[in-house]
């Protein structure tokens, strides 16, 4: 059983060699990101996961901490052949998947324990994807150029723009006026960036808010807005490139577990602010928001081709 994903730029294979039934799948929005079989297979992978079910864990030797993520997610372990990450079931904390991952985090083997579900054996891909699959693109795109930013992304025809902020701060009620408007949303919860050229590109992922918006697309970024609740009326401040960086850097998905790709998170973040700009936009919560940003010069609906 081969299922391949492109997210955010990257092609993922998960193999599981044994051909044993998959649990809750397709779950959306991951299906959105899954490469046809009709592609060929034989392409390069950016990461390759072989997937190996299991009754009992394998214990994991030699190891010593080297972040955990608490709260009964994951933690990642460090040895001499690379990295060890073992993920926790949220329910009964118990250790559901260890998995083996190379010093480039490109290639991993994981083992996870079967699941059942209405008497049926198998694995689900959504335990692969999340935590391990995302702590890997995390570390790569950081190395590469690019971050995983806490963010709703949204295309329109003037080009791709993100809005920013912690929870509550309105990212799924701006992506449901917008997508109202018929533009593309890419994620109301979390976007990936990426160097490209001299510019930065907005991908959408399957990580969503509770607005469930997600896109397998892209688009140039043109815009980046650091979001919150107004008081009177709508409002927006130029930031500075420092202010947007400080901003920015408390909204990443940061690789604080490598340390070259924490140097290269920060590097782009600093490329970012320079380069896109951005602005504090404190809004109403009412739709005309919208017809307020194409003041800005973003139009409120059309999509980026």
Known sequence: MIIEF????????LEER??????????????????????PLDRHVDLHVTVTLVRALPDFPER???????????????SQSGYMLEALDTQ????????????????????????????????????????????????RLARDGGVLLHAAGVLTSAGGVTFTGPSGAGKSTLSGWYAARGATVLSDE??????HGHGVMLHGTPW?????????????????????????????????????FRFLLGQCVLPLWDREGLEGALSFLSELAERVGGAD???LNTPDVVDYLETDGIPSSGVAR
């Open 18 to 39: 044994d051909d044993c039934p998959l649990i809750s799948w397709p779950a959306n929005p991951f299906a959105a990101f899954v490469i046809q079989a009709a592609e």
């Open 92 to 139: 009964t904390f118990a250790p559901r998947s260890r998995s083996w991952i190379d010093a480039s985090f490109s290639r991993v083997h994981t083992w996870i324990t079967e699941q059942t579900v209405e008497g049926t054996s198998g694995w689900s891909p959504v335990q692969i994807l999340n935590p391990l699959v995302e702590v890997c693109l995390v570390t």
């Open 208 to 244: 969503v808010g509770s607005g469930r918006f997600a896109a397998h697309n892209s688009g140039p970024l043109s815009r980046v807005y650091c979001v919150r609740h107004g008081q009177d009326r709508h409002s927006m401040t130029p930031l500075s490139a420092p202010a947007l």
């Open 64 to 78: 010593s901490l080297r972040f955990d993520a608490c709260h009964g997610l994951w933690a990642l372990y460090e």
């Open 190 to 195: 979390r976007t990936i960036l990426r160097r």
């Open 281 to 283: 936009l404190a809004f």
């Open 6 to 13: 492109d997210i955010g730029g990257y092609r993922v294979r």
